[in-house]
């Protein structure tokens, strides 16, 4: 291995750096998904990061998420909207 290579692997638990194939991707963690998620609903995703998502080929995930933020966010909204209605009427 080369010097480059070596530096450019990250340690494992014991200390030992990370065998990884040349070009091989790590596929995005929860935190990373849901973030891209959030940033894509707020419409302030950056081109980079939404071409890094699409290489990624984990659509599903993205959907997944997506999918349970909007309901998230829509019975967030109703259970306001009842509040504001039900306190407005004293």
């Known amino acids: 291995m080369t010097p480059e290579q070596l530096s450019s692997q990250k340690p494992t638990a014991d200390g ?5 194939e040349a070009g091989s991707k790590n596929p995005p963690g929860i935190l990373s998904i849901l973030q891209s998620v959030i940033a894509a ?5 950056s081109d980079t ?7 990624s080929g984990h659509f599903g995930s993205y959907i997944f998420v ?5 309901i998230t966010f829509v019975f967030t909204l109703v ?12």
């Open 79 to 90: 259970i306001i909207v009842n509040s504001i209605v039900e306190n407005s009427g004293q």
């Open 66 to 70: 997506g999918i349970i933020m909007v």
């Open 49 to 55: 990061k939404r071409q890094q998502d699409f290489e």
């Open 41 to 45: 609903m707020f419409g302030v995703q």
């Open 16 to 20: 030992e750096p990370e065998q990884q």
